[in-house]
């Protein structure tokens, strides 16, 4: 069964970093990716990538988080760089595995950006 493990989340100040992980397994996987929910607000895509490795991110977070994969390990990153209060949420990692076309959700990992 596909498994997804996340790390890399927490509590920090405005104009900080975080990398965020999710390790993978169970199967293959073709989009990799993170989404988030703020307080209020409904999920939406952060960054995806493929495994052929073309990218994909929201445009509030263009220029400041960049996402990357070890296809080898199944892992997906994604390191925020200048954090804003505005991207205070949870983050979710995600995943669509080949065989089925079926996503696959993370439990969550808190992200707060302190102003």
């Known amino acids: 069964q596909v498994q997804l493990v996340e790390s890399g989340g927490g509590l920090v100040q405005a104009g900080g970093s975080l990398r965020l992980s999710c390790a993978a397994s169970?199967?293959?996987?073709?989009?990799m990716g993170w989404y988030r929910q703020a307080p209020g607000k409904q999920r939406g895509m952060v960054a995806t990538?493929?495994?052929?490795?073309?990218?994909d991110y929201v445009d509030s977070v263009k220029g400041r988080f960049t996402i990357s994969r070890d296809n080898a390990k199944n892992t997906v990153y994604l390191q925020m760089n200048s954090l804003k209060p505005e991207d205070t949420a949870v983050y979710y990692c995600y995943v669509k595995i080949i065989a089925s076309w079926r996503d696959y959700w993370g439990q969550g990992t808190q992200v707060t950006i302190s102003s």
């Open positions: 169970g199967s293959t996987f073709y989009v």
């Open positions: 990538i493929t495994s052929g490795g073309s990218t």
